[in-house]
């Protein structure tokens, strides 16, 4: 199938309609040029709100540690942004509720058989890394750590939510060691 189509099939999804407080507004973006995929978690309320994928304070966090402008980050020629859960999943006790599980396994691997020409992917947070990266690493910050250890066009990242200060603080290496790293990997893929 046609990635346009995909797409607008994903964008049409209500499958756990009945399931999400505030309705269903699926958010990914991206095309077959796009050299980079990230794969978070899902939208937040303000993301719902606007219909922006990522415009909060983690997205703009996400964006500083990519090194890209929101003109760069938006644009799906270059940014490919698909969420475990691609609606808004309402509030938990603590934050927002975990992604709806009926997205990943629904939308996922087609999605991703249409991108399959991605130069890097990068994983956000827990769910993300639960999904794709648990199996060789037990942990997020495992698999954070682990940078090296990835394939060259994988790298996991954890939350940039204002949530997780405090496993950046300290996890200080992150930002010395990785986020170079990241940020001279995506130069080599987006050009």
């Known amino acids: ?4 189509v995909l797409l607008d099939q994903a964008r049409a999804c209500r499958v756990c309609e009945e399931h999400l407080p505030e309705g269903p507004r699926p958010l990914l973006q991206g095309s077959t040029k796009a050299r980079l995929l ?30 890209f402008t929101d003109e760069q980050f938006y644009n799906p020629d270059l940014v490919a942004l698909l ?7 309402g509030k938990a006790r603590s934050g927002d509720a975990p992604p709806r599980p009926e997205c990943a396994p629904l939308w996922h691997p087609q999605l991703l058989e249409a991108w399959r020409h991605v130069g890097l992917t990068v994983y956000i947070g827990k769910y993300a890394h639960n999904r794709y990266l648990r199996e060789q690493f037990k942990t997020i910050t495992d698999a954070v750590r682990g940078y090296g250890a990835l394939l060259p066009e994988r790298i996991a ?25 990241l940020k001279h990997r995506i130069r080599a893929v987006v050009r």
């Open 83 to 89: 969420p475990m859960g691609l609606c808004y999943p």
């Open 38 to 67: 990230i794969i978070g978690q899902a939208p937040g309320f303000a993301a719902h709100t606007t219909g922006i994928p990522w415009d909060d304070q983690s997205g703009q966090r996400l964006r500083d540690w990519l090194g």
């Open 157 to 181: 990242l954890p939350h940039p939510s204002p949530r997780n200060n405090i496993w950046l603080k300290k996890n200080s290496w992150y930002a010395n060691r990785v986020l170079p790293k």
């Open 1 to 4: 199938m046609k990635l346009p």
